[in-house]
């Protein structure tokens, strides 16, 4: 749950955040090619957030990483996720047009 290499990971992304000038980095579940099954190389949100549900998206920001999922999952991200993370409930549209207002 708490692990020094998913700590890493998000501290990986922050920094080209920064390097980057960006405001956020999304990552879905879906890959490149929206398949129905996603390939183990390709569990990109899993691999930075440590949620292996089949649906969610996460939003990385210089002082946020935040999971999107559905009521379904939602037992199974509190237990998966770090302190690092935030579960929301809300959809990220409405988050994200938070975060600039």
Same mark, same amino acid.
């Given at each position: &749950? +708490?692990?020094?290499? %998913?700590? @890493? =990971? %998000?501290?990986?992304? =922050? @920094? *080209?955040?920064? &390097?980057?000038?960006?405001?956020a980095y999304i990552i879905?579940?879906?890959?490149?090619? *929206?398949?129905?099954?996603?390939?183990?190389?390709?569990?990109?949100? @899993?691999?930075?957030?440590?949620? +292996?549900?089949? !649906?969610?998206?996460?939003?990385?920001?210089?002082?946020?990483?935040?999971?999107?999922?559905?009521? =379904?999952? $939602?037992? *199974? !991200?509190?237990?998966?996720?770090?302190? *690092? $993370?935030?579960?929301?409930?809300? +959809?990220m549209v409405s988050w994200?047009? =938070?975060?600039?207002?």
């Amino acid at each position: &749950r +708490d692990s020094p290499e %998913l700590q @890493e =990971r %998000l501290s990986d992304i =922050r @920094e *080209q955040i920064v &390097r980057h000038d960006l405001d956020a980095y999304i990552i879905q579940t879906a890959d490149e090619h *929206q398949s129905e099954e996603i390939r183990e190389c390709d569990r990109r949100r @899993e691999f930075v957030s440590g949620f +292996d549900g089949t !649906a969610g998206k996460c939003v990385i920001t210089r002082e946020k990483a935040v999971l999107f999922t559905d009521g =379904r999952y $939602w037992t *199974q !991200a509190l237990k998966q996720l770090s302190p *690092q $993370w935030e579960l929301q409930k809300c +959809d990220m549209v409405s988050w994200l047009s =938070r975060l600039s207002s």
